[in-house]
């Protein structure tokens, strides 16, 4: 659909510079010529958890943890040129991760920006905030993380992998098949000793209340996670959308298409049903600090619920 094209290039930039096959992995994002297709096997396989995908009905309405908790890790920012903006400036885009306490032990997901090549370190300035430091600040170790999620590899989501070698990555299939095809990352990020892959193909319970959801568009790969705590569901959208207001147009469209309006209407990606399967209270963004929430309200006679807190 329309909405899956305007998400690989949110902002309707078009890539700088780029020609053939290159092409595909620009729209998406990020530009990394020269890359080749890594020469070793990677460690892979079928994550078993595929078998516990759930029929929509039941949605990951059971196995709730009650202690699962999230905090959010600041990894740095990049400058994102004007050319990919969509506007006449360049903007400054925060890279945030999340560290995931549960019953089963700490996930990560994603990890931070990566070493790039020079003409892609100038292009985005990064300015990294090291992952180590980071978990140190959430009263976290490299050590202590138990699983790694990328929302997609790009070099800027995926870039702290190789200091957790050993430690299993899940990831979709769609998206690890591009990164080892060339041109979608950096390899020396996906292809290290230790590099340990799970992959998956579609939804997936990895713990419980922990739900991996593809979330195409940006990548073909890409892919959230839910969180269903007991307080509610926490979704982990990634750069399913770049930023919040994105988010919370595409949610009203798709509330605006179920009312029954009449086209026209603006588009939504299809995930979006699945997503509100879970009825997310808070979402949150690889790229933006701001946090959606919905907007409820209490049953009639009660106070309007608090946007925050
Ligand atoms: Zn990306």
């Not at 925060?94 to 090549?117: E, M, N, Q, S």
């Not at 992952?131 to 929302?151: M, P, Q, S, Y």
Request: charged fraction near 20%; proline fraction near 9%; include cysteine.
């Amino acid at each position: 659909m329309a909405g899956a094209d305007r998400a690989a290039l949110p902002h309707g930039a078009a890539p700088r510079g780029v020609t053939g096959p290159l092409q595909a992995a620009d729209t998406a994002g990020f530009r990394h010529p020269g890359r080749t297709r890594a020469g070793r096997e990677f460690c892979c396989r079928q994550s078993g958890a595929r078998a516990q995908r759930p029929n929509r009905q039941n949605a990951g309405m059971r196995n709730t943890p009650s202690n699962m908790t999230v905090q959010r890790l600041d990894l740095g920012y990049f400058i994102r040129p004007a050319s990919e903006t969509g506007t006449s400036q360049p903007r400054a885009d925060p890279v945030l991760a999340y560290l995931v306490r549960h019953d089963k032990g700490l996930l990560l997901f994603d990890t931070g920006i990566g070493a790039a090549d020079p003409e892609t370190e100038a292009h985005y300035r990064p300015r990294r905030r090291a992952l180590r430091e980071a978990l140190t600040a959430a009263g976290a170790a490299l050590d202590d993380i138990a699983l790694v999620v990328n929302c997609h590899l790009h070099f800027d989501h995926c870039g702290g992998n190789p200091l957790l070698a050993g430690r299993p990555v899940l990831v979709q299939e769609a998206e690890l098949e591009a990164a080892q095809q060339g041109g979608h990352t950096f390899d020396h990020l996906i292809d290290f000793p230790g590099a340990t892959y799970e992959v998956t193909a579609g939804e997936t319970e990895v713990w419980p209340g922990v739900w991996i959801i593809p979330t195409p568009g940006h990548t073909q790969g890409h892919q959230s996670l839910v969180l269903r705590r007991n307080d509610g569901t926490v979704l982990l959208a990634g750069q399913a959308h770049d930023t919040a207001s994105h988010f919370a147009s595409e949610h009203l469209a798709r509330r605006a298409a179920h009312d029954g309006l009449q086209p026209p209407l603006p588009p939504y990606q299809p995930w979006l049903d699945r997503l509100t399967d879970f009825d997310p209270r808070r979402v949150l963004f690889a790229h933006d600090c701001s946090v959606w929430e919905p907007p409820r309200t209490r049953p009639a006679g009660g106070p309007a619920e608090a946007a925050t807190g």
